[in-house]
């Protein structure tokens, strides 16, 4: 894989929970959320990885009233949400820490600085991806958000890992959980 020297860029085409593609601005990398299933007893998303092809590297189970469930990665086993992304000490819900596939520890917080909406940072407290909201007065372009997902280049082999903990870490905030 190239090297830039820079992190992904991965511009949220539509900034919703609901479903989004997540496209680098170098083309390095190419992330879908798609939503499969929606009822009153659960909702189905699904994160692949388009970039290498069309298996789901990632599945999402949310439960009724818009509950944590599950997440499975790949074809692995399901995993209580609440199991995967653990309270940080703090005891905040929009702090949550997860182990990933790598072994290390990652830890997702909420508006911690005051340009990116949520930050991911390792065990040594080192930056690893962030999101950022659409620029205020920054105009608006069609097939964009202006929301950008942020990872940085040492980290792709975690960014569906990023992309999936980030997912459940916005629901928590949506539906205040």
């Not at 020297?5 to 900034?15: A, I």
């Not at 590297?57 to 209580?80: D, E, K, M, Y």
């Not at 097939?143 to 999936?164: D, F, I, Q, R």
């Amino acid at each position: 894989m190239t090297s830039y020297g820079m992190p992904y860029l991965l511009e949220d085409k539509t900034g919703k929970l609901t479903g989004s593609h997540f496209v680098d601005i170098n083309d390095r990398l190419r992330l879908t959320l798609r939503c499969t299933a929606r009822g009153s007893t659960h909702s189905t998303y699904i994160i692949y990885n388009t970039t290498v092809g069309t298996d789901p590297v990632a599945t999402l189970n949310f439960g009724s009233n818009n509950s944590l469930g599950t997440i499975a990665f790949g074809s692995g086993p399901q995993v209580p949400m609440g199991s995967f992304l653990e309270p940080s000490p703090s005891g905040s819900a929009k702090s949550r820490k997860f182990i990933g596939s790598d072994g290390q520890q990652y830890r997702w917080s909420w508006r911690t600085t005051e340009d990116q909406e949520w930050t991911c940072t390792n065990a040594s407290n080192h930056h690893v991806a962030s999101y950022m909201l659409k620029v205020p007065g920054e105009p608006e372009y069609p097939h964009s958000s202006g929301c950008v997902l942020t990872v940085e280049e040492a980290y792709p082999h975690l960014a569906a890992e990023m992309l999936a903990s980030l997912i459940i870490m916005r629901h928590i905030v949506a539906h205040n959980l």
